[in-house]
């Protein structure tokens, strides 16, 4: 019995110049592809390292919420090494200097610029104002273990009259704005991409104009 067209093998229908070349591209692009995809779960994994410093930092000062700090600093755990360092160029100051303000580990960063910024009730201690960041222009650049990360941001906090019977809500009385660039460096620690250093260089700050 002849065999069919489907019992055929490939090599029967197509010269051998041409099946060289559909060989050859296959083996060929398959390292491309697969290197493409590593390429960009890395830059996914290091951006969310700049989402969750987002988070974290919004997390000080959440309404209502007694254990905000100890939350933020959780946060900021897991995606900050112990001994990361972290810089500050306030608005108007010489981004080609040093850094106004140079701290060691995510809970001196906390103490000292994160968890002071936060209005809070003079009388309960909870904060009365909520923050928001948004970050975007992400540029991540990786050689083996080690990276780089830039990013717009864009802050806001609002300051609210706390309301007598849920202390958690209440109408904003005032509005701050900050603007400005992270630069994240970043390296993999056990498997996981961590941040050893945040530069943040803010451009502008309007600070605490009425939300009327």
């Given at each position: 019995?002849?065999?069919?067209?489907?019992?055929?093998?490939?090599?029967r229908?197509l010269?051998?110049?041409?099946?060289?070349?559909?060989?050859?591209?296959?083996?060929?692009?398959?390292?491309?592809?697969?290197?493409a995809?590593?390429?960009?779960?890395?830059?996914?994994?290091v951006?969310?390292?700049?989402?969750?410093?987002?988070?974290?930092?919004?997390?000080?000062?959440?309404?209502?919420?007694?254990d905000?700090?100890?939350?933020?600093?959780e946060?900021?755990?897991e995606?900050?090494?112990?001994?990361?360092?972290?810089?500050?160029?306030?608005?108007?100051?010489?981004?080609?200097?040093?850094?106004?303000?140079?701290?060691?580990?995510?809970?001196?960063?906390a103490?000292?610029?994160?968890?002071?910024?936060?209005?809070?009730?003079?009388?309960?201690?909870?904060s009365?104002?909520?923050?928001?960041?948004?970050?975007?222009?992400?540029?991540?650049?990786?050689?083996?273990?080690?990276?780089?990360?830039?990013?717009?941001?864009?802050?806001?906090?609002?300051?609210?009259?706390?309301d007598?019977?849920?202390?958690?809500?209440?109408?904003?009385?005032?509005?701050?704005?900050?603007?400005?660039?992270?630069?994240l460096?970043?390296?993999?620690?056990?498997?996981?991409?961590?941040?050893?250093?945040?530069?943040?260089?803010l451009?502008?700050?309007?600070?605490?104009?009425?939300?009327?």
């Amino acid at each position: 019995m002849t065999p069919t067209m489907l019992e055929r093998p490939t090599s029967r229908f197509l010269p051998r110049a041409w099946l060289s070349v559909v060989l050859g591209l296959a083996i060929g692009l398959s390292p491309a592809v697969a290197s493409a995809g590593e390429n960009l779960q890395v830059k996914n994994e290091v951006i969310d390292l700049m989402l969750c410093y987002g988070e974290g930092t919004d997390a000080f000062g959440e309404p209502g919420n007694p254990d905000a700090f100890i939350d933020g600093l959780e946060i900021y755990q897991e995606c900050f090494t112990e001994d990361a360092i972290f810089n500050l160029w306030p608005a108007g100051t010489d981004f080609n200097d040093a850094p106004l303000v140079s701290v060691v580990g995510p809970l001196a960063w906390a103490e000292n610029i994160v968890d002071p910024a936060v209005p809070r009730n003079p009388v309960t201690g909870l904060s009365i104002s909520r923050g928001q960041h948004m970050l975007t222009n992400f540029k991540v650049e990786t050689k083996g273990r080690t990276g780089t990360l830039s990013a717009y941001l864009s802050a806001t906090r609002t300051i609210f009259d706390p309301d007598p019977v849920n202390p958690a809500t209440g109408a904003v009385t005032n509005v701050s704005v900050a603007n400005g660039t992270y630069t994240l460096y970043v390296e993999k620690v056990q498997g996981k991409w961590m941040v050893n250093q945040l530069d943040l260089k803010l451009i502008s700050l309007a600070d605490y104009f009425t939300a009327d």
